[in-house]
C-alpha cells in the first residue's frame, strides 16, 4: 500500500495560480499511475487530471484543460498540479490518488484507483 499526502492547498482569489504536492512512500510507488480528483460540497468527486508512470502522457477534465498542468518527479516520488487563472467553480477539496491498473477511459473514475490521500482544500474567492 502507498501512502499519500496532500499538501498546497489555501484561500486564493479568482484568477490566481496555485501549486498543490502529493508525496507519495512505499513500495513501487512509480509503477503507479497518479491522479488528482476534487470534490465540492454536495457534488460527486470529479476528476481532474491525470499522469502515467513515467509521466509522458497527461490527461484533463474539460473543465480545466488549457489551465491546469500535472507533472510527477519520480526521483521524489512527488506528483504536482499547476492550477492556473482559478475560478471560484474551481473551488473543492483535492484529492491525490494511486493506481495500478492498465491505463483506459477508466482512470477518470474514482473507482480505478486503489490508494488516496487525506485530501487538501482549495478556495477561490469571486
Known amino acids: 500500500q502507498v501512502q499519500l499526502v496532500e499538501s498546497g492547498g489555501t484561500l486564493v482569489q479568482a484568477g490566481d495560480s496555485l501549486r498543490l504536492s502529493c508525496v507519495a512512500s512505499?513500495?513501487?510507488?512509480?509503477?503507479?499511475?497518479m491522479g488528482w480528483f476534487r470534490q465540492a460540497p454536495g457534488k460527486e468527486r470529479e476528476f481532474v487530471a491525470a499522469?502515467?508512470?513515467?509521466?509522458?502522457?497527461?490527461y484533463f477534465a474539460d473543465s480545466v484543460e488549457g489551465r491546469f498542468t500535472i507533472s510527477r518527479d519520480n526521483a521524489k516520488s512527488t506528483m504536482f498540479l499547476q492550477m492556473n487563472s482559478l475560478k471560484p467553480e474551481d473551488t473543492a477539496a483535492y484529492y491525490c490518488?494511486?493506481?495500478?491498473?492498465?491505463?483506459?477511459?477508466?482512470?477518470?473514475?474514482?473507482?480505478?484507483?486503489?490508494?488516496w490521500g487525506q485530501g487538501t482544500q482549495v478556495t477561490v474567492s469571486s
Open positions: 490518488a494511486a493506481g495500478w491498473g492498465i491505463i483506459t477511459r477508466d482512470i477518470m473514475t474514482p473507482v480505478w484507483y486503489r490508494d
Open positions: 512505499g513500495r513501487d510507488v512509480n509503477s503507479a499511475v
Open positions: 499522469i502515467s508512470r513515467s509521466g509522458g502522457t497527461t
